[in-house]
Protein backbone atom coordinates (compact mmCIF):
# COMPACT_ATOMS: atom_id res chain seq x y z
CA UNK A 1 0.00 0.00 0.00
CA UNK A 2 1.26 3.67 -0.08
CA UNK A 3 -0.69 6.59 -2.05
CA UNK A 4 -0.11 8.56 -4.61
CA UNK A 5 3.65 9.57 -5.19
CA UNK A 6 4.47 6.79 -2.93
CA UNK A 7 6.64 5.37 -5.09
CA UNK A 8 4.61 2.05 -4.65
CA UNK A 9 4.51 0.66 -7.94
CA UNK A 10 8.44 1.31 -8.82
CA UNK A 11 8.79 -0.60 -5.88
CA UNK A 12 6.52 -3.64 -6.90
CA UNK A 13 8.35 -3.68 -10.19
CA UNK A 14 12.02 -3.70 -8.32
CA UNK A 15 10.07 -6.63 -6.28
CA UNK A 16 9.04 -8.70 -9.57
CA UNK A 17 13.01 -8.08 -11.01
CA UNK A 18 15.15 -8.73 -8.27
CA UNK A 19 12.52 -12.08 -6.35
CA UNK A 20 10.77 -13.07 -9.73
CA UNK A 21 7.74 -12.20 -7.44
CA UNK A 22 5.17 -11.56 -10.71
CA UNK A 23 3.94 -7.61 -10.10
CA UNK A 24 -0.21 -7.24 -10.25
CA UNK A 25 -1.24 -4.17 -10.87
CA UNK A 26 -4.43 -3.44 -11.05
CA UNK A 27 -4.75 -0.94 -13.32
CA UNK A 28 -2.53 -2.71 -15.81
CA UNK A 29 -5.03 -5.43 -15.54
CA UNK A 30 -8.27 -3.33 -16.44
CA UNK A 31 -6.23 -2.35 -19.51
CA UNK A 32 -5.21 -5.89 -20.38
CA UNK A 33 -8.28 -7.48 -19.84
CA UNK A 34 -10.10 -4.26 -22.73
CA UNK A 35 -7.54 -4.31 -24.66
CA UNK A 36 -7.76 -8.59 -25.11
CA UNK A 37 -12.39 -7.54 -25.00
CA UNK A 38 -12.58 -10.39 -22.52
CA UNK A 39 -15.72 -10.99 -21.11
CA UNK A 40 -14.40 -9.04 -17.61
CA UNK A 41 -12.68 -6.25 -19.64
CA UNK A 42 -16.18 -5.37 -21.71
CA UNK A 43 -18.01 -5.13 -17.92
CA UNK A 44 -15.06 -2.97 -16.73
CA UNK A 45 -15.53 -1.01 -19.61
CA UNK A 46 -18.83 0.04 -19.22
CA UNK A 47 -18.06 1.65 -15.82
CA UNK A 48 -15.21 3.14 -16.72
CA UNK A 49 -16.62 4.93 -20.18
CA UNK A 50 -19.00 6.52 -18.22
CA UNK A 51 -16.39 7.41 -15.66
CA UNK A 52 -17.49 5.04 -12.58
CA UNK A 53 -15.43 3.31 -10.64
CA UNK A 54 -15.40 -0.36 -11.31
CA UNK A 55 -17.33 -2.44 -8.74
CA UNK A 56 -15.69 -4.65 -6.18
CA UNK A 57 -17.26 -8.00 -7.79
CA UNK A 58 -15.29 -6.84 -11.24
CA UNK A 59 -12.13 -6.00 -9.76
CA UNK A 60 -12.33 -9.09 -7.65
CA UNK A 61 -12.97 -11.82 -10.51
CA UNK A 62 -10.06 -10.32 -12.30
CA UNK A 63 -7.41 -10.00 -9.70
CA UNK A 64 -8.90 -14.54 -9.27
CA UNK A 65 -8.28 -15.38 -12.72
CA UNK A 66 -4.92 -13.56 -12.62
CA UNK A 67 -3.27 -14.82 -9.60
CA UNK A 68 -4.99 -18.24 -10.32
CA UNK A 69 -2.24 -18.51 -13.13
CA UNK A 70 0.81 -20.73 -13.17
CA UNK A 71 3.20 -17.99 -13.12
CA UNK A 72 1.92 -17.16 -9.69
CA UNK A 73 2.57 -20.15 -8.16
CA UNK A 74 5.27 -18.65 -6.14
CA UNK A 75 3.48 -15.72 -5.22
CA UNK A 76 2.50 -11.95 -6.62
CA UNK A 77 3.28 -8.92 -5.47
CA UNK A 78 -0.07 -6.48 -5.21
CA UNK A 79 -0.37 -3.15 -6.25
CA UNK A 80 -3.41 -1.11 -5.93
CA UNK A 81 -5.33 -4.63 -4.45
CA UNK A 82 -6.96 -4.06 -2.51
CA UNK A 83 -8.39 -0.83 -1.95
CA UNK A 84 -11.52 -2.04 0.83
CA UNK A 85 -12.23 -4.24 3.48
CA UNK A 86 -14.96 -6.01 0.85
CA UNK A 87 -11.71 -6.57 -1.41
CA UNK A 88 -9.38 -7.83 0.95
CA UNK A 89 -12.11 -10.70 2.54
CA UNK A 90 -12.41 -11.20 -1.29
CA UNK A 91 -8.30 -11.84 -1.60
CA UNK A 92 -8.77 -13.93 1.77
CA UNK A 93 -11.15 -16.54 0.30
CA UNK A 94 -9.54 -16.04 -3.35
CA UNK A 95 -5.40 -17.08 -1.43
CA UNK A 96 -7.88 -19.94 0.51
CA UNK A 97 -9.15 -21.45 -2.74
CA UNK A 98 -5.58 -21.38 -4.25
CA UNK A 99 -4.02 -22.98 -0.83
CA UNK A 100 -2.12 -19.66 -0.07
CA UNK A 101 -2.08 -17.15 2.45
CA UNK A 102 -1.35 -13.09 2.38
CA UNK A 103 2.54 -12.56 4.25
CA UNK A 104 2.30 -8.89 4.63
CA UNK A 105 0.86 -5.66 3.80
CA UNK A 106 3.87 -3.36 3.98
CA UNK A 107 2.67 0.56 3.60
CA UNK A 108 5.26 2.85 2.30
CA UNK A 109 4.23 6.21 4.59
CA UNK A 110 5.04 9.66 3.60
CA UNK A 111 4.19 13.10 4.78
CA UNK A 112 1.95 15.34 2.37
CA UNK A 113 4.20 17.98 1.87
CA UNK A 114 7.15 15.42 0.47
CA UNK A 115 4.44 13.55 -1.71
CA UNK A 116 3.45 16.77 -3.10
CA UNK A 117 7.32 17.70 -3.85
CA UNK A 118 7.42 14.17 -5.60
CA UNK A 119 4.11 14.20 -7.55
CA UNK A 120 5.22 17.69 -9.41
CA UNK A 121 8.45 16.38 -10.79
CA UNK A 122 6.74 13.09 -12.12
CA UNK A 123 7.13 12.06 -16.00
CA UNK A 124 4.43 8.78 -17.16
CA UNK A 125 5.36 6.83 -20.07
CA UNK A 126 2.60 6.42 -22.34
CA UNK A 127 2.58 2.84 -23.25
CA UNK A 128 3.15 1.34 -19.80
CA UNK A 129 3.16 3.47 -17.10
CA UNK A 130 6.36 3.60 -16.51
CA UNK A 131 7.00 6.68 -13.97
CA UNK A 132 9.73 8.87 -13.84
CA UNK A 133 10.69 12.11 -11.78
CA UNK A 134 12.92 14.97 -12.14
CA UNK A 135 15.17 14.51 -8.85
CA UNK A 136 14.30 11.39 -7.86
CA UNK A 137 14.89 8.77 -11.17
CA UNK A 138 15.62 10.48 -14.19
CA UNK A 139 15.49 8.70 -17.60
CA UNK A 140 18.68 7.26 -19.28
CA UNK A 141 17.40 9.88 -22.20
CA UNK A 142 15.48 13.08 -21.76
CA UNK A 143 11.62 12.38 -21.95
CA UNK A 144 11.80 9.04 -23.15
CA UNK A 145 10.91 5.90 -21.42
CA UNK A 146 14.39 3.88 -20.54
CA UNK A 147 12.52 0.43 -20.52
CA UNK A 148 10.10 0.61 -23.92
CA UNK A 149 11.32 3.92 -25.90
CA UNK A 150 7.83 5.85 -25.30
CA UNK A 151 7.33 9.48 -24.64
CA UNK A 152 7.37 10.53 -20.90
CA UNK A 153 4.47 12.48 -20.37
CA UNK A 154 3.18 14.85 -17.39
CA UNK A 155 -0.83 15.45 -17.29
CA UNK A 156 -1.17 18.86 -17.44
CA UNK A 157 -4.16 19.14 -15.07
CA UNK A 158 -1.83 17.73 -12.12
CA UNK A 159 -2.38 21.20 -10.32
CA UNK A 160 -1.27 20.91 -6.39
CA UNK A 161 -5.13 21.57 -5.55
CA UNK A 162 -5.77 18.33 -7.27
CA UNK A 163 -3.01 16.28 -6.35
CA UNK A 164 -4.06 17.29 -2.59
CA UNK A 165 -7.45 16.47 -3.39
CA UNK A 166 -6.11 12.85 -4.65
CA UNK A 167 -4.00 12.12 -1.71
CA UNK A 168 -6.94 13.21 0.24
CA UNK A 169 -9.58 10.80 -1.26
CA UNK A 170 -6.65 7.87 -1.38
CA UNK A 171 -6.21 8.34 2.23
CA UNK A 172 -9.75 8.37 3.59
CA UNK A 173 -10.50 5.21 1.38
CA UNK A 174 -7.73 3.17 2.54
CA UNK A 175 -7.53 4.26 6.31
CA UNK A 176 -10.45 1.61 7.39
CA UNK A 177 -8.40 -0.56 5.35
CA UNK A 178 -5.19 0.00 7.06
CA UNK A 179 -6.60 -0.55 10.40
CA UNK A 180 -8.23 -3.90 9.53
CA UNK A 181 -4.53 -5.19 8.50
CA UNK A 182 -2.91 -3.31 11.34
CA UNK A 183 -5.61 -5.03 13.88
CA UNK A 184 -4.73 -7.85 12.38
CA UNK A 185 -0.70 -7.89 12.47
CA UNK A 186 -0.22 -8.07 9.03
CA UNK A 187 0.59 -4.41 8.26
CA UNK A 188 4.22 -3.11 8.33
CA UNK A 189 4.77 0.85 7.99
CA UNK A 190 7.94 1.85 5.25
CA UNK A 191 9.73 4.84 6.16
CA UNK A 192 9.32 6.17 2.74
CA UNK A 193 11.45 9.25 2.81
CA UNK A 194 14.15 7.14 1.81
CA UNK A 195 16.12 6.34 -1.70
CA UNK A 196 14.43 4.06 -4.17
CA UNK A 197 17.09 1.46 -3.14
CA UNK A 198 16.79 1.99 0.78
CA UNK A 199 12.95 1.42 0.54
CA UNK A 200 13.25 -1.79 -1.61
CA UNK A 201 16.11 -3.23 0.83
CA UNK A 202 13.61 -2.79 3.64
CA UNK A 203 10.54 -3.89 1.89
CA UNK A 204 12.64 -7.41 0.86
CA UNK A 205 13.90 -7.36 5.09
CA UNK A 206 10.34 -7.14 5.78
CA UNK A 207 8.79 -9.87 3.60
CA UNK A 208 11.75 -12.52 4.36
CA UNK A 209 11.35 -11.36 8.09
CA UNK A 210 6.81 -11.95 6.77
CA UNK A 211 7.70 -15.19 5.51
CA UNK A 212 10.12 -16.85 8.01
CA UNK A 213 7.60 -16.04 10.63
CA UNK A 214 4.45 -17.88 8.74
CA UNK A 215 6.78 -21.22 7.90
CA UNK A 216 8.03 -21.37 11.67
CA UNK A 217 4.37 -21.27 12.55
ZN1 LIG B 1 7.71 2.66 -20.35
Not at 4 to 15: E, I, Y
Not at 149 to 167: A, F, N, P, V
Amino acid sequence: MGGPGSGKGTQARLLEEVLGIIQIASGDLFREQMKDQTELGQLAEKFIDVGDLVPDDVTISMIAERVSRSDCTIGAVLDGFPRTIAQALALETIAADLKTRISVVPCIDLPLEILLRRLAGRWTCRQNGHVYHDVYKQPIDAGICDIDGSELYQREDDTEETQKHRIRVYRQRTTPLIKYYDERGMLVRIEGDQSIEQVHQALVATIAEAETLLVNK
